[in-house]
């Protein structure tokens, strides 16, 4: 037996053991995923993500996010005040969410739309004019990426008067 046989055994062998040992590492949630997508190919573009807005819940309040300088900066959110800002908005939806959402798309970006809290065809436009904007999937549909994306409005602690985006 050459070298050259005995390398190309140890490469085989450590291929095994990496897969293996890959195999028992990976949750068996992940391998089990219902659809796999492949990879991007070199030059081609990547695949369409799954949005993450299908599977949060519905932003039923509003979170008024603290900057350490001197502002607050009101969020939609799952409770009220309790931070939890992974949440999703769309025709239909109504309350305090969808009114500082409503707020800071009239504020920050001059959509002509109503502040009702009222998650309506006008909101969804507006949202997909933002969506646009940011260079996102445009949906209308409101939810982490789009949160992510967007400038807020800034109100002073002082007096709670808005500031700026």
Not at 18 to 42: D, F, K, N, Y
Not at 81 to 89: A, D, P, T, V
Not at 99 to 123: M, N
């Amino acid at each position: 037996m050459t070298t050259t046989d005995n390398h190309r055994r140890t490469l085989l062998t450590m291929t095994g053991l990496t897969a293996g040992i890959a195999g028992v590492l990976t949750p068996a949630a992940a391998q089990a995923s219902p659809i796999a997508e492949p990879p991007a190919r070199h030059g081609q573009p990547e695949p369409a993500a799954r949005p993450a807005e299908a599977a949060a819940p519905t932003c039923a309040s509003h979170t008024d996010f603290v900057t350490g300088t001197g502002y607050y900066v009101p969020i939609p959110s799952i409770t009220r005040n309790g931070g939890e800002s992974n949440c999703i908005l769309g025709v239909g939806s109504s309350g305090s969410g969808v009114k500082v959402l409503q707020d800071a798309l009239v504020r920050c970006y001059g959509q002509s739309i109503e502040r009702d809290g009222q998650y309506g065809t006008a909101t969804r436009d507006a949202v997909a004019n933002v969506q646009q904007f940011h260079g996102l999937p445009v949906d209308g549909t409101y939810g982490p990426d789009t949160r992510g994306a967007m400038k807020w409005p800034k109100y002073r602690e002082s007096d709670q008067g808005f500031d700026h985006c």
